[in-house]
Nanobody
Framework: VQLQASGGGLVQAGGSLRLSCAAS????????ISWFRQAPGKEHEFVAG????????RYGPSVRGRFTISRDNVKNTVDLQMNSLNPDDTAVYLC????????????????????WGQGTQVTVSS
């Protein structure tokens, strides 16, 4: 599967953005999809993930309650709605796929993901 992230941009603190990860290639519904982010000088941080069916979602502690992940297995997309953004959310956001057909699990470690998109920049000004 190939992944293409989009939707990043510049937003003021308190604002919202919606990121989208579009997939092509192999059967999209065989993959759990997650978003990670990487700020300058920092390691990848798990943001949110969704299982193959959409039934299971997980969120990183810093975004829980503000971000919502969803997927559409007909359109082959996973969206990340980001609300109440603050400058600490500034980072490159990457979507990643983990081959997990039928599994309800969502892994939070980057080593569990074998395919990565190119990333989209999110900048939140104070």
């Amino acid at each position: 599967v190939q992944l293409q992230a989009s939707g990043g941009g510049l937003v003021q603190a308190g604002g919202s953005l919606r990121l989208s990860c579009a997939a092509s290639g192999r059967t999209f519904s065989n993959y759990a999809i997650s978003w990670f982010r990487q700020a300058p000088g920092k390691e990848h941080e798990f943001v949110a993930g969704v299982s193959w069916s959409g039934a299971t979602t997980r969120y990183g502690p810093s975004v829980r309650g503000r971000f919502t992940i969803s997927r559409d297995n007909v359109k082959n997309t996973v969206d990340l709605q980001m609300n109440s953004l603050n400058p600490d959310d500034t980072a490159v956001y990457l979507c990643a796929a983990s081959y997990r057909p039928g599994s309800p699990l969502v892994q939070v470690i980057e080593g569990a993901y074998d395919t990565w998109g190119q990333g989209t920049q999110v900048t939140v000004s104070s």
